[in-house]
């Protein structure tokens, strides 16, 4: 009788589990701050490495619990449990490897042309991000992550590979597969449109108007579905141009989880001690305070709805915050100065003021004002019945076309 041998995902579970059960003493927490952080072992992240250097049929090395470091100031509880989700450790399926390509280093250094600079289509604190070509002639965006020391390399590649194995959406972008031998790698779809950002601030034709509508409803719902239709209630954190990816039919793909984070039900927000992200989209209540929850990614998104109606960048070269370009326009209800010259007269005014509102009510300096996703989604697509109720005060920019919008939909 041949001997049972425990898959890598049961043997780290069962680590994990008994870990917690030991030095959780709240069964039901509503913050989560990364300063509570718990250690493992460096030998628990290599050896699960190695498994997936492996074929799942391989035997699980031994984990053993002897280390000379941590990955505690990388790796809270919640973003552990990011790496082991449900879908690899359910007993009554097969686990989730086969629909990832486990590329090697080779194989990923001949699909960049050896990392080429001409190659390279983003780059930011974390990684750097490549265009590469497969074998098959498929176009891919190869995510090689760069910062900081090897080990927190490790906890990062883990946490991102663990969140987007949750993820499963039109809007979110598909992960082919990923490389561990030399560097952590992690192996995208791309099409030859590459990045929102690309396309409306590099490319010499203009996105028409009719492009952008359907690239804020594609995003809204990507974000919505991470918020509320994933498995896990997943908050982005770094939702911006550069991280919408487009395909050939203009359908955007949110990208980039590596600063994600994911809350259990009970829990209100995160508390993070570590300032990440990117300026511009920088939602107030993080920058004071650490805050972390649905509503870091609202005021982010009402950023890149200001994006794609006045084709100006959250951040300029002069370092000018589009937010604070567009309150006072807001206010004055200046929509004509708000548009994208380039658009001239071809748009949609009541999608514009659509927009614009969702936008000025995205980026209110109170979190608590902000709506959820899904009223944004709602109210692109023209619904205000939800808003109804909100009173004045409420809403600081856009009321004359609030109230507008309120008649035309009675």
């Known amino acids: 009788m041949k001997e049972k041998v425990d898959s890598p995902i049961t043997v780290l579970e069962d680590y994990f589990r008994s870990s917690d ?9 509503t913050v989560d701050s990364e300063s509570q952080d718990i250690s493992k072992p460096a030998s628990i992240w290599h050896a699960f490495l190695q498994l997936l250097r492996t074929k799942p049929k391989n035997p699980v090395p031994t984990l053993h619990p002897l280390s000379s470091f941590n990955l505690s100031r990388r790796m809270s509880r919640s973003m552990r449990e990011t790496i082991l989700p449900s879908c690899l450790s359910d007993a009554t399926s097969s686990p989730c490897w086969s629909p990832w390509k486990i590329f090697t280093h080779h194989d990923i250094q001949v699909a960049t042309n050896y990392f080429n600079q001409e190659n390279l ?3 930011g ?3 750097e ?6 074998p098959n002639r498929q176009l891919v965006a190869i995510k090689r992550l760069t910062r900081g020391t090897a080990d927190e390399i490790i906890g990062d590649f883990l946490s991102e590979l663990g969140v987007m194995a949750h993820v499963n959406h039109p809007n979110t972008a598909k992960l082919v597969g990923y490389g561990v031998d030399g560097g952590m790698h992690l192996v995208l779809e791309l099409s030859e449109k590459g990045s929102l950002a690309s396309v409306l601030y590099g490319s010499k034709e203009k996105l028409p108007w009719c492009i952008r509508q359907k690239i804020a409803l594609g995003t809204a719902k990507g974000i919505l579905y991470l918020h509320e239709g994933c498995q896990r209630r997943i908050i982005h954190r770094d939702i911006k141009a550069a991280n919408i990816l487009l395909t050939e039919n203009f359908e955007p793909q949110i990208c980039d989880f590596g600063l994600a984070k994911w809350l259990p039900e009970n829990w209100t927000h995160h508390t993070v001690s570590k300032f990440e992200g990117t300026f511009g989209y920088l939602a107030p209540e ?5 805050i972390v ?3 870091t990614d609202v005021f982010a998104f009402g950023v890149l709805l200001l994006e794609l109606v006045s084709g100006r960048r959250a951040l300029d070269y002069s370092q000018q915050s589009l937010v604070l370009w567009a309150k006072p326009l807001l206010k004055k209800n200046d929509i004509m100065e708000l548009i994208d010259p380039s658009l001239a007269d071809d748009y949609d005014s009541r999608q514009i003021n659509l927009m614009l509102l969702a936008a000025s009510l995205c980026i209110q300096q109170s979190s608590i004002r902000r709506p959820s996703m899904r009223q944004v989604l ?4 023209g619904n205000l019945t939800c808003f109804k109720g909100m009173k004045k005060t409420r809403m600081p920019f856009f ?3 609030f109230q507008e919008e309120l008649l035309h939909s009675d």
């Open 129 to 134: 991000v490549y265009k590469g070509c497969l």
């Open 293 to 295: 929850d649905e509503k």
């Open 121 to 123: 289509i983003g780059k």
């Open 21 to 29: 059960s030991e030095t959780s003493s709240s069964k039901e927490p």
């Open 399 to 401: 009321r004359k076309v």
């Open 378 to 381: 709602q109210l692109l697509n």
């Open 125 to 127: 604190g974390y990684a």
């Open 286 to 290: 993080y920058l004071l305070h650490g």
